[in-house]
């Protein structure tokens, strides 16, 4: 264990040590008397002094030691005595076996030892390995209390560390903390790493310098274990611009395997919708603890490994053994058992595995405890079969609460005795409690014109698989073919009688051999249906697949569109699909499906997947294979971005790396083979392999799941890797792999060869070397069979983040190409504005679990509306970004910048309405710059309930504190009149040439431009200038809307009229001491003007900006140049805090 170091010196004492292993900076010692002989008289006197000594004064056996050469002061890392004269140590571990002790040393050469040599001085690297001691004597303390109590004190007070260091709210549920060194360069900084559901954190404050590190798991690209020169094993986190490498973990394993877990459920819940509705764990992650997402790895293998629905919640894990009468022994393994289902998995992979539906399920009883068979129990099941399980601990309560399971099964689904008379022995076993045959539901044909029409009297589904409808003939002789067969069906038969013949059976390597060779045709989908467990479904569900189809027919949709564009081109070569009864039983399926399950529809590939199943399943039973493939076996393959087939294609390059170096050193891009492969995995080989072929393979995948694809893959990539690496191009690798395949036969099949009409070049001109697909599937088992599903699992969720992270690259460039040619912004600014932008709603998405920000995210939506923001998110990314700001007319500002960008009015913007608008701001003409102020007060911008908008009779026009002193000389009198009545000619004249885009502005929304120009010039080094300016022109403005209006009463507007306005201006400002603060300050008609109906003063853009170009100060603050580099930096640094601070408001 290791120690809290205590200096220990000690002079000339007895050599009591003798050292075992020794390196540069570590000595491991051993006790004298420990492990010796009795001949040697200095250790019987040391053996005789230790036994003498109290327990609590004994010396343990072992201890190591920390030598700093060159230093003064040498430092034990154990039990610290003297080691050479007078020499000084500190004492930080010990050991009472040298298997503890090796543990401790074999820890410190992987993580300390080579990284002692970065430092020059020596005080520091006693100082380093003292500190890291001390971290990990707390880590190893809290990981005790966790164990013992769910909020331990030091958890509490790492908490409290946390939220005090990095500021998060208390949404911010922190996780796990641990000891460790992050690496600067080649420097080691020591600290902790604060793990939460939405951040990894990291802080250090070593040696006089702090460092705080934060990185969202959504930003996280790449999760790996990896080496430098100085470590061993290192995790190194990849993010858009870095990479952040930490070592030295008590227990490195568990710190990857939690941080791989929170990156993948983070994105999962962020990134990925349609993940996020089916799993309700990623709901609730404020309730996440270290205990639920050991729970929940747990939960992800056991439905993977035994392949079970996503809602199955897994409650106990038990050691035990099994009864396997066919090996006359007990098998030692492991019980899972969860909602629906009590499973067994042998210690030794592949040995024996059972599924036990409780639904099959009679009884559980507890036997007799003996010597021979401890605590046992018995689970028998409704085809007279019964299997003891021995070993268990907490028989008591393991009983208990799988009865009470049992019981709400049955409840929830009562089992239905099938009670026909006249069935053969093998339907029997497989038989499906249904009652559909008695159902009639309508169904969509065509005519023969084409058209399709809605029968009243439809046909029954059918009740036999569709290759006993079209039974062809092969080439072979009638006897051969059927001695095959029969051969075939012989040994299932007798695998049956030892094994069990139900969803109950014994899964053991034998069946697996026998899946290889093919299973016979008479057997082949009642094993499809009992290897899926699509059985228990199908028995589960009476009467659900007839509803389904009643409801669903005849409805019209782009869904059942696209399925019957596709009808005729699934399997177009098989007899069953040129026949009426094929087609419809197809549509039926595929339509029942989609409405079934919205969220997938109907994707291309299901056609050719359900026309296989429908060949050698009835149709009900074909449906609910398909559930089985699409929900279960296939997770996440059938849907708009089919991640789960592009996650699979990025494990199968991996695997390519592994098993295939040579094939991957030549081929430098895999993304070509992916490509190739995509239909492998998506159709299970049937699209690109002659059909009695691909049933094989469908074989393996049923029993095997996905495993039995990528050792397929890997098989055919080996057989034609000699080929491939002499290949010049990505088109003739694909010749190459396409006419293999295409000649992948099946000798023993008892039908016909059928043509694939989906392979490339089935028309050789010289004849191709045939591969017998029996051969294949064992190659592939033999040399590439040992992939666990654990592994598979392993790699799934390392290469979902990368896809996820890749989708979001993709997002992301495709909106920024749209947006760059529209914007003036540098791309390089823009790419940093929109990671602002998608990190404000990722913000909003982290601690308000209601929040409807989820909601505005949906990767399925073209790339520009895949992101958009509320009205409060926009306002916060105001405050950051915009070189508009107002002080607390700010956010008033904003909310009408919103109003005025969210044209559609649904309350949401995208980021190129985001990004245009703030590129006027920084980079448009003064014309556009205000433009677009004057439309930011005007409808719809500008409301009536507007939180500034007030009366312009209650309120001062312009008001600050200080006066706003205005005015010219009585010289320049004339000329202002003169500029006056040019301008308003000319905009006359202006008014004539083109129709006004824009309404004209009323009095009060004059009033709130004006309060808004005011307010952008606060702290301004111009300031005072822009008053004066901004005084004067208002005043200028409200005459030329006086003017407006008695122009309107009169019908025209003299010149004589303008003379006496002018005039009237002059006079008022005159005095350079007069202050235009108050309505009551201002001149007898100006005041008039303001009282007269608003509706009748209004004022235009041209007005406006003819107005401001006469005033140099103000022409000159709009055109000067502004810097969007330095507020994006600012924003990045204080994006977090203003959303922390907004919801501290809201709280309070």
Known sequence: ????????????????????????????????GHGEGSGRFTGRLVGALDAVLDSNARVTPFRILLQVPGSQVYSPIACGELLNGSEVYWAIAIGATLEEINQHWEWLEQNLLHTLSVFDNKEDIASFVKGKIKALIAEETSSKLAEQEEEPEKFREALVKFEARFNFPEAEKLIIYYSCCCWKGRVPRQGWLYLSINHLCFYSFFLGKELKLIIPWVDVQKLERTCNVFMTDTIRITTQNKERDFSMFLNLDEVFKIMEQLADMTLRRLLDNEIFELDPDLQEPTQITKRDLEARAQNE????????????????????????????????????????????????????????????????????????????IIISIRSKMAFQFIELKNRESLVENLLLRLKQVHVNSPVHYNTLK?????????????????????????????????????????SEALIAIFHQSGTQSPDSRMSREQIKASLWNDHFVEYGRTVCMFRTEKIRKLVAMGIPESLRGKLWLLFSDAVTDLASHPGYYGNLVEESMGKCCLVTEEIER????????HPAFQNETGIAALRRVLTAYAHRNPKIGYCQSMNILTSVLLLYAKEEEAFWLLVAVCERMLPDYFNHRVIGAQVDQSVFEELIRERLPELAEHMKDLSTLASISLSWFLTLFL??????????????????????????????????????CNSKDDGQALMILSRFLDHVKNEESPGPPIGNHHAFFSDDQEPYPVTDIADLIRDSYEKFGDQSVELIEHMRC??????????????????????????????????????????????????????????????????????????????????????????????ILAERTFRLLDENMDHLIAFKGFAVCLDIMYNGEMNEKIKLLYRLHLPPALTENDKDSQSPLKNPLLSTSRPLVFGKSNGDAIDYQKQLKQMLKDLAKEKDKTEKEL?????????????????????????????????????????????????????SCSDEYMDDIQTEASASTSDQDSVFTDMGKMPQRYSQALSMTEGDWTVSLEHILASLLTEQSLVNFFEKPLDIKSKLENAKINQYSLKTNEMSRQSE
């Open 566 to 573: 596709d009808l005729h081109r699934s399997l177009p070569e």
């Open 798 to 891: 390392k290469h979902r983040i990368r896809v996820l992270q890749g989708h979001e690259d993709t997002t992301k460039q495709n909106v920024l190409r749209v947006v760059i040619p529209e914007v003036s912004i540098l791309p390089e600014d823009l790419e940093e504005l929109y990671d602002l932008f998608k990190r404000e709603h990722m913000i909003s998405c982290y601690w308000e679990q209601t929040s409807p920000a989820f909601q505005h995210h949906d990767p399925n939506r073209p790339y520009a509306e895949q992101y958009l923001i509320d009205a409060q998110q926009f306002t916060n990314l105001y405050k950051l970004v915009s070189p508009w700001t107002c002080g607390t007319h700010t956010e």
């Open 301 to 376: 293998f056991f439905r993977a490994f035994f392949r079970l629905p996503r809602k199955e919640k897994l409650h106990e894990v038990v050691d035990c053994s099994l009864w396997t009468p066919f090996s006359r022994c007990h098998t030692v393994g492991r019980m899972f058992a969860s909602d629906s289902y009590v499973c067994f998995a042998s210690k030794e992979d592949g040995c024996c595995n059972i599924i036990l539906p409780l639904r099959e399920v009679v009884s559980i009883e507890k036997m007799e405890d003996t010597s021979l068979l401890p605590n046992p």
């Open 1 to 32: 264990m290791w120690l809290k170091p205590e200096e220990v010196l000690l002079k000339n004492a007895l050599k009591l040590w003798v050292t075992q292993k020794s390196s540069c900076y570590f000595i491991l010692q051993r006790r004298r």
């Open 687 to 724: 699209s690109i392999m002659p059909l009695e072929s691909a049933v094989n393979v469908v074989d393996c995948f049923f029993y095997d799941g996905i495993k039995a694809i990528f050792q397929l893959g890997l098989a055919v990539l080996e057989a034609n890797a000699v080929e491939l």
């Open 999 to 1051: 309404p004209k502005m009323s009095q009060r929304e004059f009033i709130q431009f004006c309060k808004t120009l005011y307010s952008m010039f606060h702290e301004d080094p111009e300031e005072n200038d822009l008053y004066q300016a901004i005084a004067t022109v208002t005043t200028l403005l409200l005459q030329i809307g006086e003017v407006g209006q008695r122009s309107s009463s009169s019908g």
């Open 422 to 462: 006249n069935e053969d022995t093998t339907s029997s076993l497989f038989q499906s409690t249904t009652v559909c045959d008695d159902q009639k539901f309508g169904t969509l044909k065509l005519s023969e014109n084409g058209n399709r029409v809605d029968n009243e009297t439809s046909p029954l589904p059918n």
